[in-house]
């Protein structure tokens, strides 16, 4: 397992990111960090140069885990359940640009807020409507061969996908072998009865994974046993990124993120 780091191409419209702006000087404080990777948030692909993020990939030596996509619904309202035709089918072709954006830097294409929420609505006719359109885009991704990864969100965020079994249960209706899970540790010890036994059973769908703790600062600053949760990471053969998503809390951005990666780093060579 290697480390990872979210931050962003252009100012975030939320709050979770340990770095917000600047790509360049993003990912060379995750590298001066230690980090192996960025995970970086992009709301429009085409304002994105994929030659310009290569040569800095290649430069300063780090490499693309994950692209997120939540921008877009956050600013420009796409989501993949929305009643406004034009805008569900805007978050298919968004999505589609991120799935050419990470054929070209790398990275699986997170499915998180781009969902879209139930609201008042059946529950089922939304599901209907973003199997379909997950669908759609994984069929698209394929060509690519690009992964994409739904993120479980926590109630208070989304009234749609809470927990990893009712996100797993998507998964298998979607039925492609480049679609799988993302579990968060933030989200996790909100919804989950038990963090470990939920990274068990839905180990063989598992590509992706982000930690905060529980009050989504660095991990070490709450109550989550990350020992034990990268304990049962190892006993499954997770071999993906770990992901720091978290507030740049305590102590502004790069100190939360030098925290952030010397705690993990202890936890991942066993001390």
Do not use: C, M, Q, S
């Given at each position: 397992m290697k480390l990872s780091l979210v931050i962003s191409t252009s100012d975030a419209a939320?709050?979770?990111?340990?770095f917000k702006g600047d790509l360049e000087n993003g990912m060379k404080m995750a590298k001066n960090i230690g980090y192996d990777a960025v995970e970086i948030a992009v709301r429009d692909p085409k304002v994105v140069d994929p030659e310009k993020i290569n040569s800095l990939k290649?430069?300063?030596?780090?490499?693309i885990s994950a692209i997120g996509t939540g921008q877009a619904y956050l600013a420009e309202k796409f989501s993949l359940t929305s009643e406004d035709e034009k805008l569900r089918s805007g978050a298919i072709e968004r999505l589609k640009e991120h799935v050419e954006l990470s054929s070209n830097i790398g990275g699986l294409v997170i499915i998180g807020l781009i969902r879209g929420m139930v609201g008042s609505r059946k529950k089922e006719n939304v599901v209907d409507m973003f199997v379909e359109g997950v669908r759609e885009v994984a069929e698209y991704a394929k060509r690519f061969g690009v992964k994409l990864v739904i993120e479980?969100?926590?109630?208070?965020?989304s009234d749609f996908l809470n927990?990893?079994?009712e996100t797993a249960q998507i998964i298998e209706s979607i039925s492609m072998d480049n679609v799988g899970l993302l579990l968060d540790t933030f989200h996790m010890n909100i919804e989950e009865r038990n963090i470990e036994g939920s990274i068990r059973k839905h180990k063989d769908i598992l590509m992706h994974f982000h930690v905060a703790d529980s009050n989504r600062w660095a991990p070490g600053y709450g109550h989550i046993d990350f020992r034990s949760i990268f304990k049962t990471l190892f006993e499954i053969g997770y071999d993906g990124y770990i992901s720091v998503e978290c507030m740049p809390l305590p102590g502004g951005t790069e100190f939360s993120s030098k925290k952030a990666?010397?705690?993990l780093s202890k936890i991942l060579n066993g001390r």
């Open positions: 939320f709050d979770a990111l340990a290649k430069e300063i030596g780090l490499d479980p969100l926590n109630r208070y965020e927990t990893a079994d990666y010397e705690y």
